[in-house]
């Protein structure tokens, strides 16, 4: 039986207050520790969640989805937030709920919510002017852009890759990087950038040899963005793909191991050695039917299709593969990168002997884009371009969340955290394997399994009610992403409330 999270930091209470009789409020439960001195990385943060309303969402923010309907589709909405009052790791709805938020907004707030450092930009001037006037990056930057991109994205490059490109989202990060592998293959086939009359006529009508049969292999399960391209080789849910023409390309297994792993390495390595051959299976196939594999896109963690892991090994295999067959190597860090899982970028885990062929990110990076080795810079102006090419004023704000991440040691806080989380998480799995198992994480990047989905989601609503903001991956994951600010002293606040969750289920 391994240690509950609980009782490694003594002096958590619970306390409950009165019940406000009459107001359609009830029980305020905050956890507090009055005997236990916690310095919050952000001074003012409170001390813990407090639930004021009967149900979440409470009247307000019903009121708010509804006027919000009458203009826009809403059926994802889930709360609405009041973003003045949240702070550091706890948000603050319409309602007046103050819940501890271990899911930021999809995993894309570094440093929680008002950090006072970023805050502080605010004051000078000339970063204000650069909220207010957008440039087209792509033509017209501002004189500062190379020594902004240089103290913020390239300041935290992955090894090894030197050129970046810019843009607004995960998934046009990810179309675009599409597009340059298609262009470093063709360029390779050429043997120069000379193109030819036959090619640019033909690629106006969308017809051989201009625009080529060129396939990516993808992975069931992934997840790469909802725009044409990525949609293709997006492969979590049907709700994203259905009734949207997808392109014939190789899809491949990826491992799904056994927890704990420890207790099934044969299994796993064998999940592993199937999974590559598949892959290259799935490459000589393709190749051979006149649609040749020119890139593999994957994520170093499987996000939204729940959380799955792949071993060291397997990425170096795959790397291999990928080599071996003239084929890019793409690892989408839209969702990993940033630090989550203890390094700026998950890859950096896998041991790899190169860097990968490109890396995209979005998300925690606040901007969009994507880092590539020298040979992927495409030839010509235009072709990979569009009007605004990612956000000055992102960039801004990045390279202090970088100062900051790198004055509070927040990567290693991370990964510290993230051992108690996963520590505790492990005790409540021995505590209560008829409702959760499969822990898996990296650094705060965690998720476990509910025993199927629809206890997946009581556990997730369940945990909201009690004053906690996680979300869901996959069939039956509930998945945590901190801020990077996420401390011992939170996470034992999530863990009281998880176990207190379980023993109700
Ligand atoms: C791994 C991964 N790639 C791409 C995307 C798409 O990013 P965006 O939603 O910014 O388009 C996501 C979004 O969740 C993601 O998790």
Known sequence: MRMLGRHMVSGLQRHASRTLAGTGVKNQTTLASPDLKVESLVPGEPSGPRMVTDSIPGPVSQ??????????????????????RSLGNYIVDVDGNQLLDVYTQISSMPLGYNHPNLLKLLDDP??????????????FPGAD???????SLMAV????????????????????????IFMWYRSKQRGHDNFSQEELDSCMINQEPGSPQLSLLSFHGAFHGRTMGCLTTTHSKAIHKLDVPAMDWPIARFPL??????????????????????????????????????????????????????SNEFFQQLQAIAKRNGAAF????????????????????????????????????????YYMKDEFRPSHGYRIYNTWMGEPSKIIVLEEVIKVVKRDNLLENTKNVGEILMQGIHALEDKYPQHINSTRGKGTFIAFNGKDPATRDKIVGNLKAAGIHSGGCGEQAVRLRPALIFQPHHAEIFLDKLETVLGQL
């Not at 708010?64 to 937030?81: T, V």
């Open 157 to 180: 490059a992955p090894p090894g890759l030197k050129t970046i490109t810019t843009m607004a989202c995960g998934s046009c990060s990810n179309e675009n990087a599409y597009k340059q």
């Open 330 to 369: 793409l690892i989408d860090e839209v969702q990993t990168g940033g630090g989550p899982t203890g390094k700026y970028w998950c890859h950096e885990h896998f041991d790899l002997p190169e860097a990968p062929d490109i890396v995209t990110f979005s998300k925690k990076m606040l901007t969009g884009g």
């Open 257 to 310: 191991y056994k927890y704990p792993l420890e207790e099934h390495t044969r299994e796993n390595q064998e999940e592993d050695r199937k999974c590559l051959e598949e892959v290259e299976d799935l490459i000589h196939q393709y190749n051979a039917k006149g649609m040749p594999v020119a890139g593999i896109v994957i994520e170093p963690i499987q996000a939204e299709g729940g959380d799955n892991h792949g």
């Open 63 to 84: 009121s708010r989805l509804k006027d919000l309907n009458q203009i826009q589709p809403s059926q994802s909405i889930q709360l609405f937030l009041d973003y003045d």
């Open 126 to 139: 000339s970063i204000v002017k650069a909220f207010i006037n957008r440039p087209a990056l792509g033509a």
């Open 145 to 151: 852009w190379p020594e902004r991109l240089s103290n």
